[in-house]
DNA sequence: TTTCATATTTGAACCCTTTACAAATTAATT
DNA sequence: AATTAATTTGTAAAGGGTTCAAATATGAAA
């Protein structure tokens, strides 16, 4: 936790409990939580917790750079602790998002057509293993 | 008119007035509009149209794979017709939308890590080149 | 044509994610 | 201790999208 107090201050940032406990979720959880997801989980731990923080919060760790927000096609925004570029996989039966990382040479581009390139999304959906696994058994 | 009435019979789909307009429009115009951009656009030849009938109507053709959904990282869903598969840039001064018609392998994976994928979303996003041009000159 | 059944459209209510904002709380400064 | 600034909270509201029932249009059968 001291660790985490003093990767906020590094950055600026004031390391209240509330911001902190966030940090300290995104970076154990890997699952590209939601601000929802986010919420269920901290306000056990501190029961007066508004989400408004939550929002406030993820945007301020996108702005510094240590989180970056994820879109796969949904309706929500998810997160994740900003590290190498890499692809995501969303299985549209059970909603599970999992980590590519594949070589893309695409995240490599910073330029096409005369436009300058911040940001490279990519992202597949179709069905996962494990979903494959069992509609085979039950139905296919 | 009478070609897109033909399309549509020909997938089964009764060719309501409403719905030959809607095509039509995501046809000619291929800026990847929003319900309310196609909305907005309809309403002045059908006054009584409904927002829910655009919403119905794209799912529809959704389904039919007569258009595709677009997720380039806003709150909300654009269109486009049915094409090759490529990728887009937003351009987030500007929010423009470009097609970018890179030859990328990434498009030709089907299967990674055991997970059977249906679509390839990939997307850029940064400033376009009319915005850098503007910049520069104001200030920069 | 008239009738009946079906499909489509419409509009209002509603759900959900996200933002705006002001009041309350907490932290920092003097 | 007092004042100021920063942060959190909660309510309201904005915006995209869906649900649902009533109204309308369409198509088939008689």
């Given at each position: 936790m001291k660790k985490l107090y003093e990767f906020l201050e590094e950055r600026g940032?004031?390391?209240t409990i509330q911001r902190l406990k966030i940090l300290k979720y995104i970076e154990e959880n890997l699952?590209?939580?939601?601000v929802d997801m986010i919420y269920q989980e901290i306000s056990k731990e501190i029961?007066?917790?508004?989400?408004t923080t939550i929002y406030n919060t993820m945007n301020l760790f996108v702005e510094k750079g240590i989180v970056s927000e994820l879109c796969v096609g949904e309706g929500e925004v998810r997160y994740e602790i900003n590290l190498a570029p890499h692809a995501h996989f969303r299985c549209t039966e059970c909603g599970n998002i999992f980590d590519v990382e594949l070589d893309l040479k695409?995240?490599?581009?910073?330029?096409v057509d005369g436009n300058q390139i911040m940001h490279t999304s990519v992202y597949f959906t179709g069905k996962c293993s494990e979903c494959l696994k069992k509609k085979g058994m039950i139905n296919e």
């Open positions: 940032i004031s390391p699952k590209h939580p939601t029961p007066t917790l508004s989400k695409i995240f490599k581009i910073k330029k």
